[in-house]
T-cell receptor, first 117, second 115 residues
Framework: GENVEQHPSTLSVQEGDSAVIKCTYS??????FPWYKQELGKGPQLIID?????GEKKDQRIAVTLNKTAKHFSLHITETQPEDSAVYFC????????????????FGQGTILTVHP | GAVVSQHPSWVICKSGTSVKIECRSL??????MFWYRQFPKQSLMLMAT?????????EQGVEKDKFLINHASLTLSTLTVTSAHPEDSSFYIC???????????FGPGTRLTVL
């Protein structure tokens, strides 16, 4: 199965600074690379994703970069705000297995981001 | 945007009882739904994948007789925790895959506490 490692496990920044979280995966057949934000007591919310034919994608203050050769992708948040404080998960989707037509998301361990005002 | 709901949002039950959690896709059809479990301060772990009209596929280590999954329609999947014990206390999250675009959307989660 897919092995996913996410770093750092905690990240503390001042408001306005940038934050970067890295996710390393093992399945070279993975083809979909999302990042989720989870607030306390809630389900994960997709904030940005990238597919294997694109190297970088940006949406306002959030960007994701992908390096398929090295098998890692990163979340970049610029001009951080206190409301960005949450747990962030990467969840690469591996190749379909077991006769299915759809691969499974494997979640990283999560990064607790704290943005201090 | 696509919405997935879960009911109940939280439940407290006594040890030995069974609890049913519903997952609904509100504005799209989902041929595939996923059930995850998340213990405090940990990541989401996939428990099983349910396909409409067929048996669920369980991940290694997940007891299919304890966690019963039914996906009887394109908008509803249910997870029943049978004979619940305190160690089953967790945050259960479902996700539904839109059959039209293959996008996967997550529900808000259900907090289960077994006394």
């Amino acid at each position: 199965g897919e092995n996913v490692e996410q770093h750092p496990s905690t990240l503390s920044v001042q408001e306005g600074d940038s934050a970067v979280i890295k996710c390393t995966y093992s399945d070279s057949a993975s083809n979909y690379f999302p990042w989720y934000k989870q607030e306390l007591g809630k389900g994960p919310q997709l904030i940005i994703d990238i597919r294997s034919n694109v190297g970088e994608k940006k949406d306002q203050r959030i960007a994701v970069t992908l390096n398929k050769t090295a098998k890692h992708f990163s979340l970049h948040i610029t001009e951080t705000q206190p409301e960005d404080s949450a747990v962030y998960f990467c969840a690469p989707r591996g190749a379909p297995a077991g006769g299915t037509s759809y691969g499974k998301l494997t979640f990283g361990q999560g990064t607790i981001l704290t943005v201090h005002p | 945007g696509a919405v997935v709901s879960q009911h109940p949002s939280w439940v407290i039950c006594k040890s030995g009882t069974s609890v049913k959690i519903e997952c609904r896709s509100l504005d799209f059809q989902a041929t595939t739904m996923f059930w995850y479990r998340q213990f405090p301060k940990q990541s989401l772990m996939l428990m099983a994948t349910s396909n409409e009209g067929s048996k669920a596929t369980y991940e290694q280590g997940v007891e299919k007789d304890k966690f019963l999954i039914n996906h009887a329609s394109l908008t509803l999947s249910t997870l029943t925790v049978t004979s619940a014990h305190p160690e089953d206390s967790s945050f259960y999250i479902c996700s539904a895959k839109d059959r039209q675009n293959n996008e996967q959307f997550f529900g808000p989660g259900t907090r289960l506490t077994v006394l």
